[in-house]
């Protein structure tokens, strides 16, 4: 069964070999939302529509039509005894892994957030204010993600946003896992909603008897959720296409191909999950086939990760570095590991997309998951060529100050005038006439 990944590896000497590395460029945007012309975009909006027009019920329908589970609209909020209870039977140890992870993360986002300035007045001046209510949408995979709750809520909580929602589908004995919820619990959550999709985004848009809206709506997802965010968007904020997840490893012929192998599987493991390796060495990378096919064979979901790497992973040999660099760049992963020996770092100044940049060998993908500090939450899809990683500079917004006083005004007035009349616009100059003549009276 391994045999059949021989075929993911390919080499700059093979004529398809930019074709191969378009086709799997293709597959991952692809994973992360619906293009136009896929039927499922047009099912998307009208699971909106309905949403939009026949609230809680449609809520209902698409939650037992989707996720098997029925509820009543009553039903679709967490008690706070269901929170608490979550929180009282957790794993001692694992709440204490949890809890130094926030305070990680705590730590990370107080030191990067810009708000932090204080507010300016006089000419120029900004003021940032907290974005007064966010969603937070967490997947419900086949197994808990307690780390995605960490690395939304906590950098919004680091902003001073003053209401936050978790919605995270019924996957977990008709509810959602308690896992997640006692996380919710320790961070002071107590709206929690179960339900998920594309009918959970358009709810928290759009609002309902039940759910009222918010303005901005943050978090991982598969395609149905991903591609709603970016239809309500403009509605509300969104934060980034944050999809199945990616890597792309650099590495050359200084790396253990046993680890890199490993940080592959660690992501294509996800299934959906795309998983790379962009090299050099031929060597290397032959050698990380290899361990590809020694270490998949004790995965759980072996056959799953197989799949996955059939169609959303590979091995390209490039015939420079240079090349491998140019390469990652217009690949624009979620997340780019370096493991280059004594280059990685310098290799790393030439990196300019890619929404996590993991350096060295000591530094898997796993250690920004769980505990570096950084948001987990990142862009796919490519669209780290524009889109970052998700921060507490992410939930709040700057509303710029400008302040003129009488000598500061006559000294541009007629800068200003001339500006306007160039434009046509006539009663925006007079406003400034208005003012000149009422100091010359």
């Known amino acids: 069964m391994t045999d059949e990944l021989n075929q993911i590896l390919f080499s700059y000497h093979q004529s398809d070999f930019k ?67 979550a929180h009282d039977e957790m794993d001692k140890n694992l709440l204490k892994s949890l809890r130094q992870a926030i305070k990680n993360v705590q730590k990370y986002q107080e030191e990067i957030f810009i708000g932090n300035k204080p507010n300016l007045s006089g000419h120029p001046g900004i003021q940032y204010t907290p974005i007064e209510s966010v969603a937070i949408c967490v997947p419900g995979a086949s197994a808990p993600l307690p780390s995605t709750v960490i690395m939304t809520a906590v950098p919004a909580q680091t902003s001073g946003v003053p ?54 709506i943050v978090g991982p997802g598969n395609q149905w959720v991903q591609t709603a965010k970016r239809e309500v968007f403009g509605i509300v904020g969104v934060d980034s296409i944050a999809g199945p997840s990616e890597v792309l490893i650099i590495a050359n012929d ?39 096919k020694k270490q998949v064979g004790h995965l759980d979901r072996a056959k799953e990760t197989i799949r996955c790497l059939k169609k959303y992973g590979g091995i390209a040999v490039f015939k420079t570095v240079d090349d491998v660099v140019y390469e ?11 493991q280059c020996g004594g280059q990685s770092k310098k290799i790393a100044r030439h990196i300019t997309n890619a929404g996590a940049i993991f350096i060295g060998d000591y530094s898997p993908v796993a250690v920004g998951d769980y ?38 005004l006559a000294k541009s007035a007629g800068d200003i005038i001339r500006l306007a009349e160039v434009e046509g616009l006539d ?13 010359q009276d």
């Open 19 to 85: 074709n191969r590395l378009e086709k799997i460029r293709r597959e991952i945007n692809r994973s992360a939302w619906f293009l136009i012309g896929d039927n499922r975009l047009a099912k998307v909006i009208e699971i909106i529509r309905k949403v939009q027009k026949h609230g809680d019920k449609a809520v209902s329908e698409f939650t037992e039509k989707f996720d098997g589970v029925k509820l009543a609209a009553e039903e679709f909020r967490v008690s706070d005894a269901e929170l608490k209870l």
């Open 371 to 408: 505990w570096a500090g950084p948001s987990h939450t990142l862009p796919t899809g490519q669209t780290a060529k524009f889109f970052s990683a998700l921060s507490a500079n992410d939930f709040i917004k700057s509303t710029s100050i400008i302040e003129y006083d009488k000598k500061k």
């Open 254 to 292: 200084k790396a253990n191909p046993a680890w890199v192998a490993a940080d592959m599987l660690s992501q294509a493991e996800h299934a959906p999950g795309s998983s790379l390796l962009f090299t050099d060495s031929k060597v290397l990378a032959e050698k990380v086939l290899e361990e590809l």
């Open 328 to 338: 990652a760049n217009d690949f624009a992963p979620e997340h780019l590991q370096i």
């Open 163 to 216: 209401r936050l929602v978790v919605v995270s589908p019924p996957r977990y004995q008709n509810s959602i896992h308690p896992v997640i919820l006692a996380v919710c619990y320790e961070l002071g959550i107590d709206e929690v909603y179960r339900i998920g999709g594309a009918q959970a985004v358009a709810a928290l848009a759009c609002g309902t008897a039940t759910i009222l809206p918010v303005e901005k």
């Open 427 to 439: 009663a925006h100059a007079k406003s400034i006439r208005i003012r000149l003549k009422a100091q």
